[in-house]
Nanobody
Framework: VQLVESGGGLVQPGGSLRLSCAASGFTLRDYAIGWFRQAPGKEREGVACISDYDGSTTYKDSVKGRFTVSSDSAKNMVFLQMNSLKSEDTAAYFC?????????????????????????WGQGTQVTVSS
């Protein structure tokens, strides 16, 4: 199982970025993919989750309406579209994967932010929001 993130960079407040997570070594539809972030001096936190098989998604409250997680099972890729970026979104962003425990339309809502379930992590991509 390998995950590789890309798409980070420097953007002004109010701007947009699209992060990509290329997955290999497993079938995306059998897994839940989470996006997490860690700012300097802060704990890593969950941002979004998607379960391709059942379409389940969930978001951290502070990014709802601004971030959108999506997947392309044909390409085995997951994306995080980030709009209306704020300085507090500055962090290293990671995608992570774990094999779904069951199929449910609420899978990500139920379990998507539990970091302990994720056993494969990418190397991260830096997002800096600054003027």
């Amino acid at each position: 199982v390998q995950l590789v993130e890309s798409g980070g960079g420097l953007v002004q407040p109010g701007g947009s970025l699209r992060l990509s997570c290329a997955a290999s070594g497993f079938t995306l539809r059998d897994y839940a993919i989470g996006w997490f972030r860690q700012a300097p001096g802060k704990e890593r936190e969950g941002v979004a989750c998607i379960s391709d098989y059942d379409g389940s998604t969930t978001y951290k409250d502070s990014v709802k309406g601004r971030f959108t997680v999506s997947s392309d099972s044909a390409k085995n890729m997951v994306f995080l579209q980030m709009n209306s970026l704020k300085s507090e979104d500055t962090a290293a962003y990671f995608c992570a994967a774990h094999k779904r425990l069951y199929a449910s339309a609420t899978y990500c809502f139920d379990l998507g932010m539990r970091q302990g379930l994720y056993n494969s992590w990418g190397q991260g991509t830096q997002v800096t929001v600054s003027s």
